[in-house]
């Protein structure tokens, strides 16, 4: 490119800085005055998950080359939950823009990954005839005033304001003891 070539290409620069100009070789090379560049950004990135906000919906992240130490809001690919802050995070950025990081995973500490049951997370198993869904100590279905509770003892707990049983055929009770009233 020559300086002339360079100097309009400098002029058509956008707002935020960047413009893509051709290089000597012809390949387009990003020119980001102030910030990283392209080239820079253009690999995985390190940073750090700081928060979530807005119900668990927005993480918070700084990563190294950024401007200034403010949390940035990112994006995400995978689930993340109050024990991930504080790690480690794997970073992108779309379209290569600094300022919109996108976490495409969490390092693992000393090769060992988080604990699932410390996240809070059920088990669900679906294959288009039946679903299951396991938890460790207690499955709670509940709406309003209403709930049927699992527990890892084998009690089934059912409760509401009005519990009624139909049945077309045969409505059994059965058990080491029945109790009613």
């Avoid at 403010?70 to 995070?89: F, K, M, S, W």
């Avoid at 000393?110 to 059920?122: K, M, P, Q, Y």
């Amino acid at each position: 490119m020559s300086g002339r070539d360079r100097m309009l290409c400098d002029e058509l620069a956008i707002s935020d800085g960047s413009v893509d100009c051709p290089s000597p070789g012809g390949v387009h090379e990003r020119q980001v005055r102030g910030l990283p560049s392209l080239n820079e950004m253009a690999g995985l990135v390190i940073g750090e998950l700081l928060a979530i906000t807005e119900g668990g919906h927005v993480p918070l992240v700084r990563y190294p080359g950024q401007e200034g130490t403010a949390a940035i809001a990112a994006q995400t690919l995978i689930d993340l939950y109050e024990p991930h802050v504080g790690r480690n995070v794997a970073l992108m950025f779309d379209g290569s823009d600094v300022h919109r990081p996108v976490i495409i995973g969490i390092l693992r500490e000393g090769g060992v990954a988080l604990d699932h049951a410390a996240t809070g997370s059920v088990e669900v198993d679906a294959d288009g005839e039946r679903m299951i869904v396991s938890a460790r100590e207690q499955l709670v279905l509940r709406c309003g005033k209403a709930s049927i509770t699992l527990t890892k003892a084998g009690k089934v707990l059912i409760q509401g304001t009005y519990v009624s049983s139909r049945s077309s055929g045969a409505n059994r009770i059965t058990g080491g003891a029945v109790q009613l009233n």
